[in-house]
Protein backbone atom coordinates (compact mmCIF):
# COMPACT_ATOMS: atom_id res chain seq x y z
CA UNK A 1 0.00 0.00 0.00
CA UNK A 2 1.01 3.58 -0.91
CA UNK A 3 0.90 4.46 2.81
CA UNK A 4 3.27 1.89 4.04
CA UNK A 5 6.36 2.93 1.12
CA UNK A 6 5.34 6.76 2.33
CA UNK A 7 6.46 5.37 5.88
CA UNK A 8 9.60 3.45 4.68
CA UNK A 9 10.66 6.35 2.50
CA UNK A 10 9.96 8.66 5.47
CA UNK A 11 13.51 7.90 7.46
CA UNK A 12 14.35 10.58 4.32
CA UNK A 13 12.77 12.94 5.58
CA UNK A 14 14.21 13.51 9.15
CA UNK A 15 17.81 11.68 7.71
CA UNK A 16 18.13 13.41 4.15
CA UNK A 17 21.94 13.36 4.43
CA UNK A 18 21.44 9.37 4.05
CA UNK A 19 20.45 10.18 0.61
CA UNK A 20 23.73 11.19 -0.55
CA UNK A 21 26.13 8.77 0.06
CA UNK A 22 26.32 4.50 0.63
CA UNK A 23 24.82 2.92 3.70
CA UNK A 24 24.79 -0.04 4.88
CA UNK A 25 21.27 -0.64 6.59
CA UNK A 26 19.74 -3.64 8.45
CA UNK A 27 16.17 -3.28 8.89
CA UNK A 28 15.45 -5.66 11.93
CA UNK A 29 11.87 -7.49 11.86
CA UNK A 30 11.56 -6.60 8.43
CA UNK A 31 8.38 -8.71 8.23
CA UNK A 32 6.54 -8.30 4.46
CA UNK A 33 9.86 -5.95 3.61
CA UNK A 34 8.88 -2.91 5.21
CA UNK A 35 11.27 -0.45 5.25
CA UNK A 36 13.29 -2.83 3.96
CA UNK A 37 12.43 -3.47 -0.08
CA UNK A 38 11.58 0.46 -0.60
CA UNK A 39 15.06 1.86 0.89
CA UNK A 40 16.80 -1.19 -1.40
CA UNK A 41 14.27 0.22 -4.81
CA UNK A 42 14.79 3.71 -3.85
CA UNK A 43 18.56 3.84 -3.19
CA UNK A 44 20.27 0.69 -5.22
CA UNK A 45 23.74 2.48 -3.86
CA UNK A 46 22.94 1.32 -0.85
CA UNK A 47 23.66 -2.61 1.10
CA UNK A 48 20.06 -3.55 2.33
CA UNK A 49 20.36 -6.49 4.75
CA UNK A 50 16.80 -7.72 5.72
CA UNK A 51 16.49 -9.63 8.76
CA UNK A 52 13.54 -11.32 9.94
CA UNK A 53 13.22 -14.70 12.06
CA UNK A 54 9.68 -16.04 10.39
CA UNK A 55 11.60 -17.87 7.23
CA UNK A 56 8.34 -17.60 5.12
CA UNK A 57 8.08 -13.80 5.32
CA UNK A 58 12.42 -14.05 4.38
CA UNK A 59 10.95 -15.96 1.71
CA UNK A 60 8.64 -13.36 0.59
CA UNK A 61 11.52 -10.65 0.78
CA UNK A 62 13.61 -12.97 -1.20
CA UNK A 63 11.16 -13.57 -4.07
CA UNK A 64 10.49 -9.93 -3.97
CA UNK A 65 13.81 -8.41 -4.60
CA UNK A 66 14.24 -11.21 -7.37
CA UNK A 67 10.90 -9.76 -9.13
CA UNK A 68 12.17 -6.20 -8.55
CA UNK A 69 15.81 -7.15 -9.73
CA UNK A 70 17.20 -5.62 -6.03
CA UNK A 71 20.74 -6.83 -6.10
CA UNK A 72 21.79 -4.63 -3.37
CA UNK A 73 18.88 -6.25 -0.86
CA UNK A 74 20.12 -9.54 0.97
CA UNK A 75 17.34 -11.30 2.95
CA UNK A 76 18.90 -13.43 6.40
CA UNK A 77 16.58 -15.62 8.27
CA UNK A 78 17.35 -15.40 11.85
CA UNK A 79 16.81 -13.73 14.92
CA UNK A 80 18.74 -10.54 15.54
CA UNK A 81 19.69 -11.41 18.92
CA UNK A 82 22.04 -14.36 17.45
CA UNK A 83 22.98 -12.77 14.19
CA UNK A 84 24.43 -10.30 16.39
CA UNK A 85 26.95 -11.91 18.12
CA UNK A 86 28.04 -13.37 14.30
CA UNK A 87 31.73 -11.71 13.00
CA UNK A 88 30.44 -10.91 9.95
CA UNK A 89 27.28 -8.70 11.65
CA UNK A 90 29.04 -7.42 14.03
CA UNK A 91 29.72 -2.91 13.75
CA UNK A 92 28.89 -3.47 10.01
CA UNK A 93 26.03 -0.85 9.41
CA UNK A 94 25.83 2.52 9.50
CA UNK A 95 22.10 2.01 10.02
CA UNK A 96 20.24 -0.27 12.13
CA UNK A 97 16.23 0.36 11.88
CA UNK A 98 13.05 -1.46 12.68
CA UNK A 99 9.68 -0.95 12.29
CA UNK A 100 6.75 -1.93 14.58
CA UNK A 101 8.63 -5.27 15.82
CA UNK A 102 9.75 -4.77 19.77
CA UNK A 103 10.67 -1.49 22.36
CA UNK A 104 13.87 0.38 21.47
CA UNK A 105 15.45 -0.96 24.40
CA UNK A 106 14.82 -4.50 23.33
CA UNK A 107 16.20 -4.11 19.76
CA UNK A 108 18.91 -1.94 21.29
CA UNK A 109 20.28 -4.56 23.61
CA UNK A 110 19.97 -7.35 21.25
CA UNK A 111 21.45 -5.18 18.20
CA UNK A 112 24.36 -3.22 19.48
CA UNK A 113 26.96 -5.13 18.11
CA UNK A 114 25.98 -4.71 14.67
CA UNK A 115 26.16 -0.82 14.48
CA UNK A 116 29.26 0.39 12.93
CA UNK A 117 31.30 2.82 14.28
CA UNK A 118 29.68 6.45 13.92
CA UNK A 119 26.66 4.60 12.84
CA UNK A 120 23.76 5.18 14.22
CA UNK A 121 20.18 3.32 15.24
CA UNK A 122 16.85 4.85 13.35
CA UNK A 123 13.35 3.55 15.43
CA UNK A 124 10.52 3.99 13.46
CA UNK A 125 7.82 5.01 16.60
CA UNK A 126 4.61 6.37 16.54
CA UNK A 127 4.20 9.16 18.97
CA UNK A 128 2.99 7.20 21.88
CA UNK A 129 6.29 5.33 21.77
CA UNK A 130 8.54 7.92 22.53
CA UNK A 131 8.50 7.73 25.97
CA UNK A 132 10.82 4.55 24.87
CA UNK A 133 13.48 7.14 25.43
CA UNK A 134 13.38 6.93 28.66
CA UNK A 135 14.68 3.37 28.87
CA UNK A 136 17.57 4.45 26.92
CA UNK A 137 19.40 7.60 28.27
CA UNK A 138 21.16 5.92 30.48
CA UNK A 139 22.83 3.13 27.75
CA UNK A 140 26.62 4.43 27.63
CA UNK A 141 28.20 4.33 23.71
CA UNK A 142 24.97 6.39 21.99
CA UNK A 143 23.39 9.38 22.38
CA UNK A 144 19.89 9.31 21.83
CA UNK A 145 16.90 11.13 20.90
CA UNK A 146 13.13 11.49 20.05
CA UNK A 147 12.87 13.57 16.57
CA UNK A 148 9.22 15.76 16.04
CA UNK A 149 6.34 14.35 15.17
CA UNK A 150 5.24 14.59 11.84
CA UNK A 151 2.00 13.55 9.74
CA UNK A 152 2.35 10.38 7.08
CA UNK A 153 0.01 11.55 3.90
CA UNK A 154 -3.63 9.65 3.23
CA UNK A 155 -4.49 10.20 6.76
CA UNK A 156 -1.85 7.09 7.71
CA UNK A 157 -0.96 8.41 11.05
CA UNK A 158 1.63 10.33 13.05
CA UNK A 159 5.05 9.12 13.04
CA UNK A 160 8.40 10.00 15.14
CA UNK A 161 12.15 8.77 14.96
CA UNK A 162 14.18 7.46 17.95
CA UNK A 163 17.66 7.58 16.96
CA UNK A 164 21.01 6.59 18.82
CA UNK A 165 24.08 8.05 17.55
CA UNK A 166 27.34 5.80 18.62
CA UNK A 167 29.22 8.29 20.32
Known sequence: ELKHVADSLSML???PALA???VRLADVGCGAGFPSVVLAAAFPEWSVTAIDSTHKKIAFVD???RELGLTNLRPVAGRAVELARREDFAECFDVVTA???ATAEKLFR???RMVA???RFIFYKTPGQAEELAALKHERGFVWRVLPEFKLPEDAG???FLTGVRS
Request: charged share 45%; with cysteine; aromatic share 4%.
Open 158 to 160: TRL
Open 117 to 119: PCG
Open 13 to 15: RCF
Open 63 to 65: EAA
Open 99 to 101: RAV
Open 110 to 112: ECR
Open 20 to 22: ERK
